[in-house]
C-alpha cells in the first residue's frame, strides 16, 4: 500500500517562473492538505482540498493555488515565485482524521 | 487564528534520561494535539497524539498530557535513546479538521549515548 507520492523531489526554479508540484495520496486518501516548511520552522497550512475544491486556506498569497483531480490527486502551483519561496512542500493526506505526510518537494528559487 | 509556541527549541538529554518538550496554543476551539517526529531530511511522523477529552495518553516510552484550562499540552519521552535524536512539532487543530493544523517551531533533541 503506497502512501503519500510527491514529485519531484528536488526542484530549482529562477524567481519569477511558476512552479507545479504534485501529490498522490494515499490509497483510499480523500483529503489533501500542503504546507510549506521553511528552514528550521514547523510547516505552515497553505490549503486543503476535498471533493475537487479548496476547503481551508491558510495566510498565503494568491500566487499559491490548488487542484484537486478525480481520483484525489492534487497540484500545488507557484506563480511569480520569489526568494522567499525557497522551501520543503509537504503534502497530507486523510480519509477522515489522522494525516499522513508525503517526504516532500524541495524548493530552491534563485 | 491558531497560534502554537513550543519551548524549548534545542535539548539535549545523556541516553536513558527524560525529555520534556512543552507547547501552549491560544484557540479554545482546538481539541486536537498530535506530536511529530521529523528526522533530518525525512517526513514529519506522527507519534502520538492527544484529544481534549484526554487528560493524558501513554504508548510505550512516549506520553503527552494536556491541560485544556492552561491552554498547554506537553510531550514525554522516557528513557530516551540515540535514535530518538529528531525534530520534534506539535500542533494544534480542531478534531473536525486536522488537515488545517497550526504547527509549533520545533524541538531539536539530542540524545547523548
Known amino acids: 500500500d503506497a502512501g503519500v507520492t510527491q514529485s519531484p523531489t528536488h526542484l530549482i526554479k529562477t524567481r519569477g517562473q511558476q512552479v507545479t508540484l504534485r501529490c498522490s495520496p494515499k490509497s483510499g486518501h480523500d483529503t489533501v492538505s500542503w504546507y510549506q516548511q521553511a528552514l528550521g520552522q514547523g510547516p505552515q497550512f497553505i490549503f486543503q482540498?476535498?471533493?475537487?475544491?479548496?476547503?481551508q486556506r491558510g495566510n498565503f498569497p494568491d500566487r499559491f493555488s490548488g487542484h484537486q483531480f478525480p481520483n484525489y490527486s492534487s497540484e500545488l502551483n507557484v506563480n511569480a515565485l520569489l526568494l522567499g519561496d525557497s522551501a520543503l512542500y509537504l503534502c497530507?493526506?486523510?480519509?477522515?482524521?489522522?494525516?499522513?505526510f508525503g517526504s516532500g518537494t524541495r524548493l530552491t528559487v534563485v | 487564528g491558531e497560534n502554537v509556541e513550543q519551548h524549548p527549541s534545542t535539548l539535549s538529554v545523556q541516553e536513558g534520561d527524560s525529555a520534556v518538550i512543552k507547547c501552549t496554543y491560544s484557540d479554545s476551539a482546538s481539541n486536537y494535539f498530535p506530536w511529530y517526529k521529523q528526522e533530518l531530511g525525512k517526513r514529519p511522523q506522527l507519534i502520538i497524539d492527544i484529544r481534549s477529552n484526554v487528560g493524558e495518553k501513554k504508548d510505550q516510552r512516549i506520553a503527552v498530557t494536556l491541560n485544556k484550562t492552561a491552554k498547554h499540552f506537553s510531550l514525554h519521552i522516557t528513557e530516551t535513546q540515540p535514535e530518538d535524536s529528531a525534530v520534534y512539532f506539535c500542533?494544534?487543530?480542531?478534531?473536525?479538521?486536522?488537515?488545517?493544523?497550526?504547527f509549533g517551531d520545533g524541538t531539536t533533541l539530542t540524545v547523548k549515548p
Open positions: 482540498y476535498y471533493e475537487e475544491e479548496e476547503r
Open positions: 500542533a494544534a487543530s480542531t478534531e473536525t479538521n486536522a488537515g488545517k493544523s497550526t
Open positions: 497530507a493526506s486523510s480519509l477522515a482524521g489522522g494525516y499522513t
